[in-house]
Nanobody, 124 residues
């Protein structure tokens, strides 16, 4: 399984970025996909997840109303649209594949495969 994240960069507070994650080596449409982030000196934290069909989405409270997760099961891709970015959103963002049939979407230990991460920096 390979996950390739892209789309990070430097943006001013209030700006937007769209992260993409291309997946290969798995039946993509069978898995819940998630985005996590890790800021310097902090633990990796859950950001958002989308169910296999795209019909259900989940967000950590700090990004609700600003971030939108989506997926394209034809192109085997998952996206994270980030609007109204804040300096506290600065982190390395990772996409991940959740284990089927067990665990909760918000805990990193239930994700089996991870991308390499893409840096998001929000300046004030």
């Amino acid at each position: 399984v390979q996950l390739q994240a892209s789309g990070g960069g430097l943006v001013q507070a209030g700006g937007s970025l769209r992260l993409s994650c291309a997946a290969s080596g798995l039946t993509f449409s069978a898995y819940t996909m998630g985005w996590f982030r890790q800021a310097p000196g902090k633990e990796r934290e859950f950001v958002a997840a989308v169910s296999w069909s795209g019909g259900s989405t989940y967000y950590t409270d700090s990004v609700k109303g600003r971030f939108t997760i989506s997926r394209d099961n034809v192109k085997n891709m998952v996206f994270l649209q980030m609007n109204r970015l804040k300096p506290e959103d600065t982190a390395v963002y990772y996409c991940a594949v959740k284990s089927r049939g067990r665990g909760t979407y918000g805990a990193s230990r239930w994700y089996d495969y991870w991308g390499q991460g893409t840096q998001v920096t929000v300046s004030s």
